[in-house]
T-cell receptor, first 109, second 113 residues
Framework: RKEVEQDPGPFNVPEGATVAFNCTYSNSASQSFFWYRQDCRKEPKLLMS???SGNEDGRFTAQLNRASQYISLLIRDSKLSDSATYLC??????????FGPGTRLSVLP | EPEVTQTPSHQVTQMGQEVILRCVPI?????FYWYRQILGQKVEFLVSFYNNEISEKSEIFDDQFSVERPDGSNFTLKIRSTKLEDSAMYFCASTSQGRETQYFGPGTRLLVL
């Protein structure tokens, strides 16, 4: 089983739609969790950290379920500028961060 | 806003040549990282560096790779004898505390011919 798995995508949604991404991780001892976005041929940029209590930042909501080893990201009222690849990132131990393969989102006009 | 910078943005080299990729992390950060991303694939962890020594490294980071912080600002990745399969985007990242948000540089695209 891969360490971090994500929805294969791509997701093509109209502007204004709500879209949800899922991520699972294999190491139950994982410590920290993040969602990054990556535009084509650019560096990953932090979207949000994910906390056990769940957290929201504007149109973005992240949830963590440690029992199921599952992380989600919900984007409401999607904009054209949300088009990117969304990366689930997990810190297992020490300074080792594991990236998922990413899920590509295209928001269509 | 402080940012991580990397040079060069692109590098083309011949197989077997040595390359040095340079990074300037955010000035008050203490943890430094190198990642690579082969075109169309996921971001892969190479190495982390703290307190002037390697703290973690992946299986990819073999004897051909080395890292150095030669002064108070630069953080370098050296590939001693490049192979075709080293062609990738190399990202440097830094963070103020371990396991927390990483800030990535814009990357160096390495092409080995």
């Amino acid at each position: 089983r891969k360490e971090v798995e994500q929805d294969p995508g791509p997701f093509n949604v109209p502007e204004g739609a709500t879209v949800a991404f899922n991520c699972t991780y294999s190491n139950s001892a994982s410590q920290s969790f993040f969602w990054y976005r990556q535009d084509c041929r650019k560096e990953p940029k932090l979207l949000m950290s994910v906390y056990s209590s769940g957290n929201e930042d504007g149109r973005f909501t992240a949830q963590l379920n440690r029992a199921s080893q599952y992380i989600s990201l919900l984007i409401r009222d999607s904009k054209l500028s949300d088009s990117a690849t969304y990366l689930c990132v997990v810190n297992n131990y020490g300074q080792n961060f594991v990236f998922g393969p990413g899920t590509r989102l295209s928001v269509l006009p | 806003e402080p940012e991580v910078t990397q040079t060069p943005s692109h590098q083309v080299t011949q197989m077997g040549q040595e390359v040095i990729l340079r990074c300037v992390p955010i000035s008050n950060h203490l943890y430094f990282y190198w990642y690579r991303q082969i075109l169309g694939q996921k971001v892969e962890f190479l190495v982390s560096f703290y307190n002037n020594e390697i703290s973690e490294k992946s299986e990819i980071f073999d004897d051909q790779f080395s890292v150095e912080r030669p002064d108070g600002s630069n953080f370098t990745l050296k590939i001693r004898s490049t192979k075709l399969e080293d062609s990738a985007m190399y990202f440097c990242a830094s963070t103020s505390q371990g396991r927390e948000t990483q800030y990535f540089g814009p990357g160096t695209r390495l092409l080995v011919l």
